[in-house]
């Protein structure tokens, strides 16, 4: 374990344009990465992993937990933010500072300065699941940016434009990868590639992304 945290320390920070207003930040986890695991595996003890369903009664593939004082659910009355957890009936688990002082210093890196979300969706995704193209809107302040934070396997991400008929581009997104989208690029269409089967290092079988928004 020591020695890959370590391996991951020597990765050169990097910073790659996706579009006007998206950056792929990459080699800025590392400090906090040990923190930040520990924190996450104590926050899914709280609030499971669970599959949701949309309004139009599919079950996605990606299994979904919150942290923050709102979490993302979707049901078969629609998508929302909600203070509390719909399994538990409790508030979903506190936003550790390993999580948003990451989030804040990641908006920072791709411009978007004082970022302070209050919702961070976890999501999971295990060898073929997938996200269909989408934009994340159902946030009041579209002023400030998505910040998405990639651990375990390797994913392609797509990522498109405002219109859905865009072709959207492919990024591999690895373990620590950070994208950070806002301003001209925060109504981009994006999803993820069916995962392909593997192995990580620290996180096994599974891919597990943080997506931070402010909601209001
Ligand atoms: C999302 O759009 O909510 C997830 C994106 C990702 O898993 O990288
Ligand atoms: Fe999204």
Redesign the pocket.
């Known amino acids: 374990m020591t020695d890959l945290f370590a391996g991951l320390a020597d990765i050169r920070p990097s910073r790659e344009v996706m579009a006007d207003g998206a950056v792929l930040l990459r080699g800025i986890f590392a400090a906090t990465e040990a923190d930040l695991i520990a924190d996450l595996r104590a926050i899914v003890k709280q609030a499971p992993f669970r599959h949701m369903v949309t309004p139009s009664g599919h079950t996605m593939s990606?299994a979904m937990t919150n942290c923050g004082s709102k979490g993302w659910v979707t049901d078969i009355g629609g998508y929302r933010y909600d203070a509390i957890d719909p399994v538990s009936g409790q508030p979903w688990p506190a936003m550790p500072p390993s999580f948003g002082d990451l989030a804040q210093r990641a908006a920072e890196q791709g411009g978007f300065k004082g970022f302070a979300p209050q919702a961070c969706?976890i999501?999971r995704?295990v060898p073929g699941a997938k996200?269909s193209l989408?934009q994340?809107k159902d946030e009041l302040d579209l002023g400030a940016p998505?910040v998405?934070v990639?651990l375990g396997l390797p994913?392609t991400?797509l990522f498109g434009r405002l219109s859905r008929s865009d072709k959207p581009q492919k990024f591999r997104?690895e373990h620590g990868d950070i994208?950070v989208w806002g301003g001209p690029a925060r109504l981009a269409f994006?999803?993820?590639a069916p995962l392909a089967e593997g192995e990580h290092p620290i996180m096994g079988r599974q891919?597990i992304?943080l997506?931070f928004r402010k909601v209001m």
Do not use: P
């Open positions: 990606v969706l999501n995704y996200m989408h994340d998505i998405s990639s994913a991400f997104l994208a994006h999803g993820v891919r992304n997506t």
